[in-house]
């Protein structure tokens, strides 16, 4: 059974690992290598993280047999809520993780009353058809 725990300051060495063994992997086929190392060290340094938590953002932690599986952060908006984060350990994908992770999203959006729930995917990532299965619709397609 995977369990969702929302995070404090004491998980973002956990996050960091987890971000470790998945972020540059997810990217690598698809963004120039230093376009990826200046993102990493932006958003998932040990001082980046804290400043996104600092800044309201609240990450969630999936975990199965006291080993943790997977991440995500999500911001509570006016409009809606923001997922600019979710990420599961390779081995552990297509194995529910990132669903637990998006129920778990998608219950708090019913308690606070938000009628949607939006994220941002790149177009090349496989991820972006998991999106699609869970229900996800392309709102706009933009190049950033």
């Known amino acids: 059974m995977i369990?969702?725990?929302k995070c404090?300051?004491?998980d973002i060495k956990i996050i960091k690992e987890i971000a470790d063994k998945t972020?540059?992997?997810t990217?690598?086929?698809f963004i120039d290598p230093e376009q990826i190392s200046y993102m990493y060290s932006q958003f998932y340094s040990l001082e980046g993280l804290q400043d996104q938590m600092d800044r309201g953002d609240t990450f969630l932690l999936a975990q199965a047999n006291s080993e943790y599986l997977g991440f995500c952060s999500y911001m509570i908006l006016d409009e809606c809520i923001?997922?600019?984060k979710l990420y599961v350990l390779p081995s552990d994908q297509s194995?529910?993780?990132?669903?637990?992770?998006i129920d778990f999203i998608i219950g708090i959006a019913v308690e606070t009353g938000k009628p949607s729930i939006e994220l941002n995917v790149n177009r090349f990532n496989p991820a972006f058809h998991f999106y699609r299965k869970k229900g996800f619709s392309i709102k706009k397609m933009i190049d950033i």
Request: glycine content about 10%; overall charge positive; aromatic content about 14%.
């Open 3 to 5: 369990k969702i725990k």
């Open 8 to 10: 404090d300051f004491s």
């Open 23 to 25: 972020w540059r992997q």
């Open 27 to 29: 990217y690598a086929s």
């Open 82 to 84: 923001k997922i600019p």
């Open 95 to 101: 194995k529910g993780v990132g669903t637990a992770l």
